[in-house]
């Protein structure tokens, strides 16, 4: 079993919708949880990080952590389209190493 | 906004030539790190790097690879003898601190190995 699984998508969903982006994890040790999107050819560029379990809301994006089903989720609210991008779910393990998904391709459309 | 900077942002090599990848962390983070994305896969983890010493490595970082801090401000990972396989984006990355601290990536340096 991969230590983080993510649906690669694509994803193609209307403008102003709400999109639901997802991981899951295996791996309990995991504490820290991220969200950065990457355009691209370009680096990822943090969204959202998130420790405990619950939602943390910025602006359109809500992150929301679900430790015991070992799940998390990114919501896009009022969705554009330069949101079209990768977003790819990040989990610290121990103190420094990050463990990606594969990703998830998104695309909003006019 | 303070940014981690990379150089060169593309480079073609040959197969067997040294490459020599050049990043700038942000000026007052303490820990570098270098991850990897071969087209189409996930980004990888290669190294990290705090007080002048590797702090952890994953297996993809094997003895063709090194990293080096040459002066206060430049961070470099070295590929000796580079392979088709190599080929990739490479990330550069850095933090304040540890446990607990975001992580900012470079724009990458694209490595073509032919």
């Known amino acids: 079993q991969k230590e983080v699984e993510q649906d690669p998508g694509p994803l193609s969903v209307p403008e102003g919708a709400i999109v639901s982006l997802n991981c899951t994890y295996s791996n309990s040790a995991f504490q820290y949880f991220m969200w950065y999107r990457q355009y691209s050819r370009k680096g990822p560029e943090l969204l959202m990080y998130?420790?405990?379990?619950g939602n943390k809301e910025d602006g359109r994006f809500t992150a929301q952590v679900d430790k015991s089903s070992k799940y998390i989720s990114l919501f896009i609210r009022d969705s554009q389209p330069s949101d079209s991008a990768t977003y790819l779910c990040a989990m610290r393990k121990g103190a420094q190493k990050l463990v990606f998904g594969q990703g998830t391709r998104l695309t909003i459309n006019p | 906004e303070p940014e981690v900077t990379q150089t060169p942002s593309h480079q073609v090599t040959q197969m067997g030539q040294e490459v020599i990848l050049r990043c700038v962390p942000i000026s007052n983070h303490l820990y570098f790190y270098w991850y990897r994305q071969i087209l189409g896969q996930k980004v990888e983890f290669l190294v990290s790097?705090?007080?002048?010493?590797?702090?952890?490595k994953s297996e993809i970082f094997d003895d063709q690879f090194s990293v080096e801090r040459p002066d206060g401000s430049n961070f470099t990972l070295k590929i000796r003898s580079t392979k088709l396989e190599d080929s990739a984006m490479y990330f550069c990355?850095?933090?304040?601190?540890?446990?607990?601290?975001?992580?900012?990536f470079g724009e990458g340096s694209w490595l073509t190995v032919v």
């Open positions: 790097f705090y007080n002048n010493e590797i702090s952890e």
């Open positions: 990355a850095s933090s304040e601190g540890d446990v607990g601290n975001t992580i900012y």
């Open positions: 998130t420790y405990s379990s």
